[in-house]
């Protein structure tokens, strides 16, 4: 009763116009909120010491080039041309590929579903910021275990922390306090009911910046793209400050030019690049579609992968000086301390923040970035998933009231299904859903996204179309990535992450259970069953012969927006011409 009521709709009610940014700021700060998150600040910096510190740049540049600047150009293109969501601008440009918007939808209905998870944690961290001693400080707590030993109360002696049976209070409190972590995905307990309280939250917050679609969230990107980077400034000043610092930015890029012959490394590089700019899921393109069809999206696409660059390597400035801090206090080796992902955000960062002065101020101001970072990556998801809905059923989701229930409906189901990764078991979950929806059924996407629009559409008409929507001739090099190289570095990263595959485990030491992999395995082969049973399906039910309906399906609609080389040819006609034209 209570989804009917959510999809009860009055059958008469006024057709709204889809609608455009409020201004091109707007579209900029959307797309930066949406490809500039969490993955530039804990995954990027670990990566870069990880795989040779400065020599980590030059694979990392190389698949930016090859393969992060033309599908990035390709997916602003797709958007801005159709004005569509990330299905029905297949529909009018590719048919036989419209598979690969919907398993697009598959990967971003698990984003929405495990990355506000994060947002959860940070925003209970904040909470606990505010207390008058920071909880992970200390071991002097009801969940503290006889093993808790708190290194700032060492004195000097460091011979304890050695000692592999002992553990820090960050990580007993975030084991043991915030996860109460159980022994494995089969024990999955009770529901974390502070977490909870935490993630309705941010739905609330989430909900209410997109629910007026681009005009509510235009605004909301003044506040969640900007403000993260004041915070970042803020950090990344005060840990260049910290005695230990500089050891930790040498730490960070002293290049080890060796590791450049180990395959890893680059399959990493190219990971990194597809997940930073949120490439192959269609946020870009439904971003895009928003635009004016004049806009200039290439400028726009070569200052907004600048942008993303620059603050993942800045990033690195901030993390690492404060990880060199805390190694200097504690009397050990950097790579002791250096984490990726939530151990960064959860553990090692705050460890360190409670060794500072002002430990309040800094922690505040760490958990409010890692929120906003967050949020705005989320609400872009959640608008990506509802405007590709919404463009899919026109007539019935334009009407007044429709879209503000459809989000309603989704942000509760959302809600319900992820009380399951909240439970005392439920890290395991979201770490399974995180590892294998990100996995494969991205690059399969990537790959089918690049063959598609570099060969069934063709380079040259989307080269054609770009100089007809903002009368840019974009350089020609573009045309050869589309066509040979990002297919061809795509698909070879595709393979190497097969035949290199490792299976999941956590924490390095807890292996899942076979039923668990499978699930994993089905996630992530989901977009690219989506992908070929579409095609099989388009070309299964058109009539004519397989050749005739191949072609028919490769060929854009002739109907849908007129081009803007038509546009200049009528305005240089006089104005008697164009009437005889017209007779």
């Known amino acids: 009763m209570v989804f009917k009521k959510c999809l009860s709709f009055d059958k008469h009610a006024k057709l709204e116009e889809r609608g455009h940014w409020g201004s091109k700021v707007e579209y900029l700060l959307a797309m930066a909120g949406n490809v500039i998150g969490l993955g530039n600040v804990w995954r990027f910096p670990y990566l870069c010491y990880k795989n040779g510190g400065g020599a980590f740049l030059v694979p990392y540049l ?34 036989l590929a419209e598979g690969i918007g919907y398993g697009g939808q598959v990967i971003l209905v698990v984003g929405c579903v495990t990355y506000i998870i994060i947002e959860a944690w940070g925003l209970l961290y904040l909470a606990f910021s505010f207390s008058s001693r920071l909880p992970w400080a200390t ?51 009770g529901i974390r009911w502070e977490v909870m309280l935490c993630l309705l939250a941010v739905w609330v917050i989430c909900y209410f910046c997109i629910w007026k679609g681009v005009k509510s969230t235009g605004k909301a990107v003044y506040v969640t793209a900007t403000f993260p980077y004041l915070m970042l400034l803020a950090l990344l000043v005060r840990g260049l400050s910290l005695p230990g610092a500089l050891e930790g930015v040498m730490f960070y890029l002293l290049p080890d030019t060796s590791r450049l012959a180990d395959p890893q490394v680059w399959m990493e590089a190219g990971t990194q690049i597809l997940f930073s700019y949120s490439l192959g899921a269609g946020t870009i393109t439904v971003l895009s579609s928003y635009n004016n069809p004049s806009n200039n999206c290439y400028r726009d696409c070569l200052w907004l992968c600048l942008l993303n660059g620059c ?37 090692a960062y705050p460890q360190a923040v409670a060794l500072m002065p002002l430990p309040h101020l800094w922690a505040i101001c760490f958990f409010v970035m890692l929120i906003l970072l967050g949020v705005d990556t989320q609400f872009v998801a959640m608008e990506v998933v509802i405007t590709t ?75 054609e179309i770009m100089y007809d929507m903002t009368g840019v001739r974009i350089n020609p090099l573009f045309k050869i990535c589309w066509r040979y190289i990002t297919p061809l570095v795509s698909l070879v990263r595709l393979v190497c992450s097969l035949v290199w595959y490792k299976p999941l485990t956590f924490n390095r030491t807890y292996v899942y259970p076979d039923w668990a992999y499978v699930l994993g395995w089905a996630l992530s082969l989901s977009p690219t069953l989506l992908v070929l049973g579409w095609a ?11 050749r005739q309906r191949f072609h028919v399906l490769c060929q854009p609609d002739p109907q849908y927006l007129p081009t803007r080389k038509k546009e200049v040819e009528l305005q240089q006609i006089s104005m008697e011409d164009q009437e005889s034209i017209k007779h």
């Open 62 to 95: 190389v698949f930016l080039m090859t393969s992060g600047v033309p599908l990035f150009l390709l997916e602003s293109i797709l958007g801005q041309y159709t004005q569509e969501g990330c299905i029905t601008c297949w529909k009018k440009l590719c048919p």
């Open 536 to 546: 099989l399906y388009r070309l299964g039910t058109v009539p004519g012969t397989l």
């Open 389 to 463: 809905i919404i463009d899919l059923f026109p007539n019935e989701m334009r009407k007044a009231g429709r879209r503000e229930r459809l989000l309603l409906l989704f942000c509760i189901l959302c809600f319900f299904c992820q009380l399951v990764m909240i439970t005392e078991g439920g890290v395991y979950l979201f770490q399974l859903l995180d590892y294998y929806a990100y996995g494969s059924g991205v690059l399969f996407l990537v790959v089918f996204e690049s063959l598609a629009l570099g060969w069934l559409v063709g380079a040259d008409r989307i080269y």
């Open 139 to 189: 071991c002097n707590n009801d969940w503290n275990t006889d093993d808790c030993f708190d290194v700032s109360m060492q004195n000097g002696s460091f011979g304890r922390t050695n000692q592999t049976n002992t553990t820090s209070p960050a990580t007993e409190f975030w084991e043991r306090r915030v996860l109460a972590i159980s022994g494995g995905v089969e024990e999955l307990g």
């Open 311 to 347: 603050t993942s390597f800045v990033a690195g400035f901030a993390v690492f000086s404060v990880l060199g801090f805390m190694a200097h206090e504690q009397g050990v080796p950097i790579a002791d301390v250096a984490e990726s992902g939530p151990g960064l955000a959860f553990i």
